[in-house]
């Protein structure tokens, strides 16, 4: 099950509920900020969280001393999210897990990692065993098979209407 909501700040309410964060949470938010793809759709270098930190920063609403400043550091970070996050909704799945999915996404949505899928889905109950596909997902930590194995992953037989 998922929770959303909609607008940045309220990204921040999902991904730290307990406004608590460590450095690997915080490594977490901001590759799932981006996808963890520049625009150019490479992995993104360390180099990302400080232009994630000044692009939070803007769109939280604080006040930036310098705006060209803002627009070097935060630029290729506000590039990817717009490239890779656009017309999408951000949750937190009940295990943790940081996502984007689609715009329909919403509280109550299942993820699904599907045999021989490329992606995870987003998938709406709409009966027993029967699940709407919403659409695909990015969600840190299950992409490229990384779900394959995982302690928390059920093996489940479904039927898609």
Same mark, same amino acid.
């Given at each position: 099950?998922?929770? +959303?909501?909609?607008?940045?700040? *309220?990204?921040?309410?999902?991904?730290?509920?307990?406004?608590?964060? +460590?450095?690997?949470?915080?490594? +977490?938010?901001?590759?799932? %900020?981006? %996808? *963890?793809?520049?625009?150019?759709?490479?992995?993104?270098?360390?180099?990302?969280?400080?232009?994630?930190?000044?692009?939070?920063?803007?769109?939280?609403?604080?006040?930036?001393?310098?705006?060209?400043?803002?627009?070097?550091?935060?630029?290729?970070?506000?590039?990817?999210?717009?490239? $890779? %996050?656009?017309?999408?909704? @951000? @949750?937190?799945?009940?295990?943790?897990?940081?996502?984007?999915?689609?715009?329909? +996404?919403?509280?109550?949505?299942?993820?699904?990692?599907? $045999?021989?899928?490329? !992606?995870? @889905?987003?998938?709406?109950?709409?009966? $027993?065993?029967?699940?709407?596909?919403?659409?695909?997902?990015? !969600? $840190?930590?299950?992409?490229?098979?990384?779900?394959?194995?995982?302690?928390?992953?059920?093996?489940?037989?479904?039927?898609?209407?």
């Amino acid at each position: 099950m998922l929770t +959303t909501l909609l607008g940045f700040p *309220n990204v921040m309410k999902i991904a730290l509920p307990d406004g608590t964060i +460590t450095p690997q949470l915080y490594e +977490t938010l901001w590759r799932t %900020c981006c %996808c *963890n793809k520049t625009t150019e759709g490479d992995v993104p270098g360390i180099e990302f969280a400080d232009s994630f930190g000044d692009w939070t920063k803007a769109m939280m609403g604080l006040k930036l001393r310098d705006f060209k400043e803002f627009q070097r550091k935060g630029r290729r970070f506000m590039e990817s999210f717009t490239l $890779h %996050c656009n017309n999408r909704r @951000f @949750f937190r799945s009940e295990g943790g897990r940081l996502g984007w999915g689609p715009d329909q +996404t919403r509280e109550g949505d299942m993820i699904c990692v599907m $045999h021989g899928a490329s !992606v995870p @889905f987003v998938l709406r109950p709409v009966g $027993h065993d029967r699940f709407e596909v919403v659409g695909d997902a990015y !969600v $840190h930590g299950i992409m490229d098979g990384e779900a394959m194995g995982l302690e928390e992953a059920e093996d489940l037989d479904i039927i898609l209407v």
